[in-house]
Structures are given as C-alpha cells and as structure tokens.
C-alpha cells in the first residue's frame, strides 16, 4: 500500500532554513506527480509545491516563490523541500501527497515551527 513518511520538521528562528524529506513506498515513485501541502491551525491546507514526474517540472504557491525549492529523488523514492528565509507565516504542519488512481494519499506531516 501507499505509504509517505515526513521528516525533518523542527523550530527554526526566522530567516533559518530547513529541509523537509518525504520518503515514499508502495507506489511506482518515478511515475508520479508528487505534491508538499501545509496547514496552520485554524487554516485549511494549502498548497506548497509540486513537482512532476519524468522531467520534473516545479510549481509553486505565490507566498513561497523565490524562498522554497522541491526536488526529488527517483533513485531513493524522495521528495525533499528545501525552505530557506523562513517566516512566522511558515508554521505549519507540512504533508507530501501523491495522487494515485483519483486518490489523495498523504503523509503524517512534520511541523515547522518559525519563530525567536
């Protein structure tokens, strides 16, 4: 079955960076779209980033353009997001997804917390 595993969520200071990996299983990786979503409390979730499969062509939200970079790697099935200058306005719970014969699977998210 489908499964997604984040890590590398944490507290950072604002203007720090983190990387975000998403390791991925039962699924033909390579063949696949892959997509970061966040959510803040009280908010609903949002997109981040996506990133397609074979070329890798990347898309991004507006309030992260500039700031955040998705990238992957077939050979080991993850999906990273590297964050740098992060915000206040970061702080989220950070999920990858795939969307696989009409379905949404998702991770159990990671947390980023930015704040002094």
């Known amino acids: 079955q489908v499964q997604l595993v984040e890590s590398g969520g944490g507290l950072v200071q604002p203007g720090g960076s983190l990387r975000l990996s998403c390791a991925a299983s039962?699924?033909?990786?390579?063949?696949?779209?892959m997509s970061w979503y966040r959510q803040a409390p009280g908010k609903e979730r949002e997109l981040v980033a996506t990133?397609?499969?074979?070329?890798?062509?990347?898309n991004y939200a507006d309030s992260v353009k500039g700031r955040f970079t998705i990238s992957r790697d077939n050979a080991k099935n993850t999906v990273y997001l590297q964050m740098n200058s992060l915000e206040p306005e970061d702080t989220a719970a950070y999920y990858c997804?795939?969307?696989?014969?009409?379905?949404?699977?998702w991770g159990q998210g990671t947390q980023v917390t930015v704040s002094s």
């Open positions: 039962g699924f033909t990786f390579s063949m696949y779209t």
């Open positions: 990133i397609s499969r074979g070329s890798g062509i990347t």
């Open positions: 997804s795939v969307r696989k014969l009409g379905i949404m699977y």
